[in-house]
């Protein structure tokens, strides 16, 4: 996966859609039960995030893009 490929708006907008989706990853507990569902939520963000046909990102690459928008 290269870092290079900067995401699109389009891109940008699936993902806050695709989060917007997980009531999971906006909860801000961090006991080990929470931490798990968000680990999980963001496996499906990810598995979503590249059936729609985006340049393929890894679980890691979505989070760090978030963290930023």
């Known amino acids: 996966m290269d870092k290079s490929v900067h ?8 993902l806050a ?4 989706e997980e009531k999971a990853i ?7 039960t ?5 680990a999980e939520a963001w496996e ?3 598995k979503k995030y590249a059936s729609e046909g985006c340049t393929p990102r890894s679980n890691k690459q ?5 963290d930023n928008i």
Do not use: F, P, V
């Not at 859609?17 to 917007?20: E, H, N, W």
């Not at 906006?26 to 080990?32: F, I, L, P, Q, R």
């Open 7 to 14: 995401y699109t708006d389009q891109e940008r907008m699936l």
């Open 17 to 20: 859609q695709l989060i917007s």
């Open 62 to 66: 979505l989070r760090k893009c978030w």
């Open 34 to 38: 929470n931490m798990k569902n968000k």
């Open 44 to 46: 499906r963000i990810t």
């Open 26 to 32: 906006e909860n801000k507990k961090t006991g080990a």
